[in-house]
């Protein structure tokens, strides 16, 4: 495989510094998961419904994943304007804008508030800031401002996870194991680090360049599976889909044995401490797939919340690998502001 010099394309290209926000993650997520978020704890809810869109919604499914392995209450995300029409105050609502100003988070915050809902904003300031700031009984949680929400996970996710642990609704770990899970995080990082040129994020983002790419994951894993085919897109302008096993054995496989597969690059999820029968269906997905490259990426950690980080950083990495070498500012998101612009005038 030809050799890049991917710190030359970064400086060229990068001109946002996507790379050094990649590069800040885990300190990012140490700084906001230690923060003190004075909420009291709180388990009279039915469950959390979770508002945000994009870069800023993809916490919440993240924390769904956490909840299904071993919470107490359902977790629902909610991508779109006003709120589930099933929706009751007596379900928390978790409202993410890092901006603070997305149209379809601020329309179902306005939605609760209206029918005596309680929210749990995280934002870095904005309309969702002010709003919250003029309400009884709801908090907004400030993260630093400055970046795009997809570089800002870190300080999202983290301060997420911070409120959840304070309310009671997921399990905090002990400060020794959140501070060993990031030490291993942070090694990660620096093997990760598209600068040495010469990790596997590095050789997956250059193998991963002339196909179309087919994203696989457990269904604890499908968060960041998702997330990295956001990244694909955003960052490097590609076209990416993710999909969960063992639901893909039930109709998605048999268009991987078919001709068209030639086209395709597989990317496969895995961690421990999956059920025998998934780990036999990614087993069988992974010797009966003639697609080229396949990858195997094993998401490695001593817990899901380990797992699904090491997932999400080391695909952020690829994702910029692979803009760089087409070409792309991997920070660059043209489309999404003329989108923003246009619905600004027909307000």
Known sequence: MEEIDFSKLIAELDNSDMSGFTRNFVEDLRNSMSMDVNIEEDLDWSGVLCLGMGGSGAGGQFLKALSDESGGLPFVIWNDYGLPSWWGSDWLVLATSYSGNTEETL?????????NGTIVGVCSGGRLEEVLNEVEGSVCLKVPSGQMPRSAFGHIFGTQLAACWSLGLLHR???AEISKMLDRLDLVSKESDLANGRGSAAILSQSLQEKEIGIVAPNCLVPAAYRFTCQINENAAKFARSTGIPEMNHNEVVAWTGNDSANQSLVVFTCE???????ARIDWLLDNIESSPSWRIECEGESLLERLLYAAHVTDWVSIGMAVISGEDPSEMAAIDSLKDHLGSIQ
């Not at 329309?107 to 029918?115: I, P, Q, R, T, Y």
């Not at 401490?273 to 780990?279: K, M, N």
């Open 107 to 115: 329309s179902g915050v306005k939605e609760a508030l209206d029918n």
């Open 173 to 175: 770990p002990s400060s």
């Open 273 to 279: 401490g999956l059920h025998s029968r998934t780990v």
